[in-house]
């Protein structure tokens, strides 16, 4: 810093713990011209990821998403579009692949960004596990870009099926879900209300789609107390959603899913919320140690093999002390580093100490959409407890707003709050188109 040479600091991927460190740096750091901040991700606009399933549905107010250029322009940090292809950990720089629209024409060029500090925070992608044709015919929710594809041929299947071609046909819509985690589980409960909201508004006077969540496990939510999991279970059975536990995907065609004991469940929809990974290309990332899904491993500080390169969120295999593995991929986790990671930087520009992570596991919740909610809260004074209904609801949406205040702050958050609730009394519940 003694020639006056701003710290370059670059955080790749803007999901909940890449923005929130870009926007807590940008006002500590870059506000006072102590640092550059740069935050590159593939997209323009950041949506929470566990409302990616809303997404999906139709369901999520489209206020809810967060214009990274407009943010980083409140939050004194710097945003660049593109998706990150390379590392040369000598030369302190990043490789960022061209901007290809849609017909194919170049926008934006190959692009070096040189990094002082670099923070990898790209979240995760599904899993298939290498099973036979689930790549070419299942849907994902990994992204934004995703939600909003499934939601497009939803609302196109819809309409097909009970308008189009296919209305004079006896076989309702059939979706499937493979994986009973949260993801898949409030997917399968948003996707009930939207069939029925759908046969409300006119497009058929009674809802026709047969909904399946098929799990290779014996019960649904391994996060939750087994009594939990089985309230949620027999919810989801009174919504009529078929489960299929203790069965495994062995093939995805386009016409269903084929499991090991030989049955073949027909859905003309297919979503993959089975298990999650970091990128593949993650594990030739220039020498840097990774683990078999592909994680970026890291120490107690959230820093790399590499003095120079910390890692966060999804993609980041962290050590849990006193627990047999590594801290769990959760929103709140994913908070928590943020935070603790914006000390370290911080404390590293002043010749500080590097701060330690802790992670507080504060509970699981697991939202059915207007149905229900349930879940466990852990803290010191009570233990675990159970809860459910409003209370837990309650407590659902205050993980989401922890979020909203960490990147607008305590003001804005109760105004974009205000003005949602106004706009869900003017406007329909779900988007169709």
């Not at 720089?93 to 925070?121: A, H």
């Not at 496990?217 to 989801?236: E, M, S």
């Not at 009174?238 to 269903?256: F, I, M, P």
């Amino acid at each position: 810093m003694a020639d006056n040479k701003k710290h370059n600091i670059v955080i790749v991927g803007g999901g909940a713990s890449g923005l929130e460190l870009a926007t807590s740096l940008g006002q500590e750091l870059g506000k006072k011209s102590l640092a550059e901040i740069t935050l590159i991700d593939a997209t323009t606009t950041h949506i929470w990821k566990p409302l990616l399933h809303e997404v999906a549905a139709g369901t999520l107010d489209e206020s809810e998403q967060v214009e990274y250029l407009a943010q980083a322009y409140r939050g004194h940090f710097r945003f660049r579009l593109g998706k990150m292809e390379g590392l040369n950990r000598e030369k302190k720089e990043i490789y960022v692949s061209p901007t290809i629209n849609d017909k194919g024409e170049e926008l934006i060029p190959r692009r070096t960004f040189n990094y002082d500090t670099l923070v990898m925070s790209i979240g995760s992608v599904s899993n298939t596990f290498n099973i036979k044709g689930v790549g070419e015919h299942c849907l994902f929710l990994d992204t934004t870009s995703q939600a909003f594809k499934f939601q497009k041929e939803l609302f196109e299947s819809y309409l097909k099926s009970y308008i189009g071609k296919d209305a004079a046909a006896v076989k309702p819509l059939s979706i499937a879900i493979v994986g009973a985690g949260a993801t898949g589980v409030e997917l399968s409960a948003q996707l009930h209300e939207v069939t029925n909201v759908l046969a409300i508004y006119g497009l058929k006077e009674t809802s026709n789609v047969k909904l399946t969540i098929i799990e290779a496990a014996t019960q649904l939510l391994p996060a939750l107390p087994d009594r939990l999991a089985l309230a949620t279970q027999q919810q989801l059975v009174k919504l009529g959603v078929d489960l299929k536990l203790g069965r495994r995907v062995t093939e995805v065609t386009k016409e269903g899913i084929t499991t090991h004991d030989g049955e073949f469940i027909g859905a003309d929809i297919k979503v993959w919320a089975a298990g999650i990974k970091a990128p593949d290309w993650l594990k030739n990332l220039d020498g840097l140690e990774t683990n078999h899904i592909n994680q970026l491993i890291v120490d107690s500080t959230l820093q790399t093999s590499d003095t120079n390169i910390f890692a966060m969120g999804d993609c980041a295999a962290c050590v849990w002390p006193g627990h047999n593995g590594n801290v769990p991929p959760r929103a709140q986790a994913a908070h928590q580093q943020a935070t603790a990671l914006a000390k370290t930087i911080i404390n590293r520009l002043r010749g500080g100490n590097p701060v330690e992570f802790v992670y507080y596991d504060y509970g699981s919740l697991v939202s059915l959409g207007k149905y229900t909610t349930v879940g466990n809260l852990m803290g010191n004074l009570m233990g675990t407890v159970s809860i459910g209904g409003f209370i837990a609801k309650v407590v659902y949406l205050s993980l989401y707003k922890m979020h909203q205040v960490a990147i607008h702050g305590y003001f804005r958050t109760a105004m974009l709050t205000l003005s949602n609730a106004f706009r869900r009394s003017a406007y329909i519940k779900i988007k169709l188109h």
